[in-house]
Every structure is written in structure tokens, then in C-alpha cells.
């Protein structure tokens, strides 16, 4: 997403109207949307705007900043100065991390972490620091090294928070990730309570999904293995980080799990761990097919709680009468046909869903499979009509497995069989095509089962449910991409969990930056908000006295936002400051 600007001539004059505009994939080709058209706002648009605003931010921080900024100066008699003596000096990024701190402080945060990690003998307090890692993370992600020698100095973190670009270094960095992890469940029970008083989340429905991330060297072993890697790093070890989000992707809180562990074996803890913080009650549980097991499903249900999740591809056996059956099929929207089932002990139901994109998809996928298939081994069988000396069966039947094994979708399609013959390669290939298998795709293409044991819903809000996982994968996306959680490069391990800690409150910022600048009509991209203000700097503007030479006048200014980016702080209900303080007569 990202803005454009749109040019028009009328009356003799040029015209510029700002659009948001994302780019959607449609077929083949891309187009570019235009999300929303962005103009001054009136009187009652900003007035709207700046409600919401309040509503987000609550006004708080006003009175830290207050004392930071004004946006005039008291009365001073008039000075003079040399003119061409005036400089810029210590231009700073400021508009990005601006808005950073104030989602910190709409989120209470620097109110809880001072109050968890109170101020002790320590030349700045931990809260500031940790507020310093997190902001980092969202507006530039990067190492501690990074923040510590290269973007804290480039950013005006210094004049909002009060701390010197000295006083940020490494080893501090590195203390405040040991400080903080013992406060993690404060922190997810106090964002629970705090998203919920600004957006009004209901926590009824819960969606849980796994990913994993890799690090890059050697990790702390107790929770450091190598096992299925969504990174497609088989090289490299890794941790599992289980996610809880609501059905808007907010996040409730996570877990990490070492990298060997499968999903299915991180169901109970997860949901026994969320039940012991935030109470049982009648929630949805979501999740995706990789958490599915007779262990699962049979102790979810033993405790009366209720689910609807993904089933296995080998599920669809099971129901291919129902499946190959025209009948009682329903359209619940243009391209999706659901049809529902019980389930032979009367308990659960299951939803049998038919995806018309993902019959294309699927069928993309076998043809591209087979293709590959049929072409490794008529090559293969080139090289063996053409041999001269007798061939290694052996060999011959590892490399068949292996073109099996990188193209395994396909793979159940072809009957191959390597026999002795008496030619000079002293074997004989012969492969054909299954007709069963290639029925049976043609009819399981693009459908998918989802079991659940919700019985007061209908199949459309089963199939929307389900369709809501979506958001967990997103957060894994963001964080991954737009947050850098990956690679890791920490060893210890209390340190790789504060690294994920980080990670995971800096995605509470862009979410709740997402939902704001939604509700404000600016679409869903916060990359694009922060990549914009990003480019609103703050810089000393320095007057040298014309009447002492060894005096000067120096004013901490905020640059002007250019047109664009104040029309998204308007539509934000935001107003930058003018200036740092009041002017101050400083010595040479």
C-alpha cells in the first residue's frame, strides 16, 4: 500500500488529490485499488478525527509532552542575529517514532512497566528502555547492536523520552531483555484489559496457529532443535512459537515451544494455559488441521469445550460418497459451496467446503507435478535405452524415489516398475498413469473438511469462522516480515524469549496502528503510515547573536509535514508539535 498522487487540470490550474492505493493480484495480472481518496478533511470530518484519536490515545502523555513542547514562544524582546551566520544542526527522524511513543502511552504501557519495573540505582529507568527496544522494532526492526550504535542517535527518542544518546549501549539493551521476561504475563493480562476498553473486542472466539523461526548459530538447546521448518531452514535449528489471537488478530498472548515439537502436542498446554489466565467460559477454539489428533478431539471434548478446526487431506476419503454426491450442496458465496454432515457418533459435525480458487490452485499444483514426474522419468528412461553397460537397480530405484519424494503431491499417480531385461542396461522402465488417481483428484480438488462440535450455528458462520485463521497467519507474516522476529540471533535462552517478547509487543503497536488508521478510513497497511512519517524530521535551527559573537539562539524545531503526510495525520486526528522546549541562550 502506498500513496499516490493524482493530477488534474481545471480552470487554467493544477490540482493534486493524494490516494491510498494497494496492489491486488487478479489472475495474471496486478492492478492497482485505490483504498480511500484522501482530501482535506472539514469541520466535522476533523472533528470525527479527532475523537477517535482521543478515544485511541485518551490524551495521555500530554502532560510529559507539555513540558517537552509548546507551540509558542513567551514573549521576548526582539533579537537580533547574523543571518548569514544561521545553521541546521541535529536533524533527527521524527515523525515514526512520535507516533510509536504515542501508542505506547494509548496502550498504557509506560504506565504498567514503570509500575513492574519500578526505578531503582540504575541511570535510566527500564521502562524507557524497553519502550526504546519496542518503538525500535516497529519503526526500523533490527538488532540491539543496531538500536545502540546506529538508530537511536538518528531518531528523536532522545528529546521525547529524556535519555541520552550516551546512556543507550548494548549491554543496557541486553539487561533490559533479562528485566523484562518475568513481566510477560503481566504485560498480555494488561493488554487483554486495555485493547478490550479501546476496541470493544469480544474474546469469544479464539484462533490459535504455530509457526516456527530459525536462528542463525548455535542456540541454547532446551528449546533450540531442528525440526519441521515453516522457514524452509531444514539447516538450521529452531524455536515453535504458539500465537493466540481474537477474531480481529489481536493478540491475546503465545507460548514457545522447542523447534522439535509438533503442533498436536501444544494444544492442551496452550488452552489450559489461557483458560487459567482468563477464565474458561463458552469460547470457539479455531485452529488449523496441523493440531488434529484422537488425543485432541477427545480431550476437548471431555471438557466441554467447544472447537472448529481443520481436518487432515486424509480425511476426504472418509467422505467421498458425500464428496462425489451432487446433492445438498449450498452456495454461501460466489465461488465457495459448503455442505454439512453429522458425524456418525451425533456429536460433531463435519463441514465439507469446495473452493472454486482452490480447485484452480490445486490443479495447477498436479499438473505441475505430474509434468515434472513424466519428465524425470522419460529421461531416465532415454538413459537407460541408451545405456551400454548394465546399470545399478539400486541406484536407479533411489533416484525414482527422489523425484517422487520433491514432487509428492503427484506422486500416488503413477505405477512404476523398474524389471530385468536382457538389453545392455539390464533393467526396464516402465511407468503409466493411474486413471483412479486421476478421478479421484478431479473430484477432491479444491475441497476441504472442517470437524466441529458447535451445534447453534449455521454452515455459512461455520466456513466464516474458519476462514478467520487467516489473521493468526497474518500476525505470523507481520511479524516475521515487517517486525524482523527472524533470524535469531541470541544464544541464551531466556534472551531468545525476550527477543520474541519484543517482537510480539511490537506487533500489539501495529495492530492497534492498524485498527485506528482503519477505523479512520486510511486502509490496513501501518508500514505505510510509519514509512510516511518516517520522513518528518526534527532539526536545531541556530541563530548566532548579531551583538555577541560568542552567544547563540538555538530552537528545536519539527519540520513542516509536506501535504500528503499531513493529510494522514488530519484523517489520524493527530497535530504534530511545533517545536522542543522554548528557545534557550546557550554558550558557545
Known amino acids: 500500500m502506498y500513496l499516490r498522487a493524482a493530477r488534474r487540470h481545471k480552470d487554467g490550474k493544477e490540482h493534486v488529490y493524494w490516494q491510498l492505493v494497494r496492489s491486488v493480484r487478479h489472475g495474471r495480472k496486478v492492478i492497482q485499488e485505490i483504498v ?45 542575529v ?89 549491554e543496557r539493551l541486553y539487561r533490559t531483555l533479562d528485566r523484562v521476561l518475568p513481566h510477560k504475563e503481566a504485560l498480555e493480562k494488561h493488554l487483554v484489559k486495555r485493547l478490550g476498553e479501546l476496541f470493544q473486542i469480544e474474546y469469544d472466539l479464539l484462533l490459535y496457529d504455530v509457526t516456527s523461526t530459525y536462528f542463525e548459530g548455535i542456540g541454547s538447546p532446551a528449546i533450540c532443535q531442528r525440526g519441521y521448518s515453516r522457514d524452509h531452514r531444514p539447516d538450521c535449528v529452531q524455536v515453535n512459537v504458539a500465537l493466540v489471537v481474537t477474531r480481529e488478530g489481536m493478540p491475546l498472548g503465545y507460548e514457545i515451544f522447542a523447534g522439535n515439537i509438533a503442533d498436536v502436542e501444544t494444544v492442551e498446554e496452550i488452552v489450559e494455559t489461557m483458560e487459567r489466565r482468563y477464565g474458561k467460559a463458552q469460547r470457539v477454539w479455531v485452529m488449523d488441521r496441523g493440531m488434529v489428533s484422537a488425543e485432541n478431539i477427545a480431550w476437548l471434548q471431555q471438557g466441554d469445550r467447544r472447537y472448529v478446526i481443520g481436518t487432515p487431506r486424509s480425511e476426504l476419503r472418509r467422505w467421498a460418497r458425500e464428496i462425489a454426491d451432487k446433492s445438498e450442496w449450498r452456495e454461501i458465496r460466489e465461488d465457495v459451496q459448503v455442505k454439512i454432515c453429522r458425524g456418525p457418533d451425533g456429536h460433531e459435525s463435519f463441514l465439507l467446503c469446495r473452493s472454486a480458487a482452490r480447485i484452480e490452485k490445486e490443479k495447477a499444483i498436479h499438473e505441475r507435478f505430474c509434468a515434472r514426474i513424466e519428465k524425470g522419468l522419460s529421461s531416465l528412461g532415454r538413459r537407460i535405452d541408451k545405456a551400454k553397460r548394465p546399470l545399478d537397480r539400486g541406484s536407479l530405484e533411489r533416484q525414482i524415489g527422489r523425484l517422487l519424494e520433491r514432487n509428492h503431491r503427484a506422486a500416488a499417480a503413477y505405477a512404476i516398475t523398474l524389471s530385468a531385461d536382457a538389453c545392455p542396461a539390464g533393467v526396464q522402465l516402465r511407468w503409466s498413469k493411474l486413471e483412479q488417481w486421476q478421478d479421484w483428484a478431479a473430484l477432491s480438488e479444491g475441497v476441504y473438511i472442517l470437524r466441529t462440535n458447535v451445534t447453534d450455528w449455521s454452515d455459512e458462520e461455520l466456513w466464516r ?54 477505523q479512520a478510513g486510511l486502509g490496513d497497511s501501518p508500514r505505510t503510515i510509519l514509512t510516511e512519517l518516517a520522513r518528518i524530521q ?11 559573537s560568542q552567544r547563540e539562539l538555538r530552537i528545536r524545531c519539527v519540520v513542516r509535514p509536506e501535504r500528503e503526510q499531513a493529510i494522514l495525520l488530519q484523517h489520524l486526528g493527530l497535530k504534530l508539535p511545533d517545536r522542543l522546549a522554548v528557545p534557550k541562550m546557550l554558550e558557545v
Open 36 to 80: 480511500a481518496h484522501l482530501g482535506e478533511l472539514d469541520a466535522e470530518g476533523r472533528a470525527r478525527a479527532t475523537a477517535l484519536a482521543r478515544a485511541i490515545t485518551g490524551g495521555v502523555g500530554e502532560e510529559r509532552q507539555g513540558d517537552l513542547f509548546s507551540s509558542a514562544s513567551p514573549a521576548v524582546e526582539p533579537t537580533p
Open 82 to 170: 547574523r543571518l548569514d551566520r544561521v545553521r541546521l544542526e541535529r536533524a533527527r527522524s521524527f515523525g515514526a517514532v512520535w507516533l510509536g511513543w504515542q501508542l505506547w502511552q494509548a496502550l498504557q504501557f509506560d504506565q504498567l512497566c514503570t509500575a513492574q519495573m519500578p526505578v531503582g540505582r540504575e541511570a535510566v529507568p527500564w521502562a524507557d528502555v524497553l519502550a526504546i527496544l519496542v518503538i525500535g522494532r516497529l519503526c526500523e526492526p533490527s538488532s540491539e547492536l543496531h538500536v545502540a550504535e546506529d538508530w537511536y542517535r538518528s531518531t528523536a527518542l532522545e528529546d521525547l523520552l529524556g535519555v541520552r544518546v550516551e546512556h543507550i549501549y548494548d
Open 465 to 518: 469462522t474458519y476462514i478467520q485463521l487467516t489473521e493468526a497467519e497474518t500476525a505470523f507474516r507481520v511479524h516475521k516480515s515487517d517486525l524482523g522476529l527472524r533470524p535469531i540471533w541470541h544464544h541464551k535462552a531466556d534472551r531468545i524469549k525476550a527477543h520474541i517478547l519484543i517482537c510480539f509487543l511490537a506487533y500489539v503497536l501495529w495492530k492497534t496502528l492498524q485498527k485506528w488508521q482503519s
Open 538 to 548: 526534527s532539526a536545531d535551527i541556530v541563530l548566532p547573536l548579531a551583538n555577541d
